[in-house]
């Protein structure tokens, strides 16, 4: 069983950056593809960002594209998303998944193993 806990959501400022932490315990997830998505109120879930194992291979949503970077230290078990130039839009629940495998067929469809309780990000215009 793999536990996952986002951290480093909060508040900030249109234009502002942000860098969010998925640790993971339990089994390892260093043979993971690993995955961000976000929920807004009232808007469905959807795919952010993804990396596979080791990290070779990343991938974006074209909301996010250019803005964002996500990265992994899996000595630690650690994924990070590094948003920057935030937008009032980019204000929704953050979560953090795991897949059983090193890759995936499609990282935006949702199809994880393990997902985080969340953190809440809030982008003020």
């Known amino acids: 069983q793999v536990h996952l806990a986002e951290s480093g959501g909060g508040l900030v400022q249109a234009g502002g950056s942000l860098r969010l932490s998925c640790g993971a315990s339990?089994?390892?997830?260093?043979?993971?593809?690993m995955g961000w998505f976000r929920q807004a109120p009232g808007k469905e879930r959807e795919f952010v960002a993804a990396?596979?194992?080791?990290?070779?291979?990343?991938y974006y949503a074209a909301s996010v594209q250019g803005r964002s970077t996500i990265s992994r230290d899996n000595a630690k078990n650690t994924m990070y998303l590094q948003m920057n130039s935030l937008k009032p839009e980019d204000t929704a629940v953050y979560y953090c998944?795991?897949?059983?495998?090193?890759?995936?067929?499609?990282?935006?469809?949702?199809?994880?193993?393990?997902w985080g309780q969340g953190t809440q990000v809030t982008v003020s215009s």
């Open positions: 990396i596979s194992w080791p990290g070779v291979s990343t």
């Open positions: 339990g089994e390892t997830i260093r043979t993971s593809a």
């Open positions: 998944a795991a897949a059983r495998t090193p890759v995936m067929v499609d990282y935006s469809s949702g199809d994880y193993a393990y």
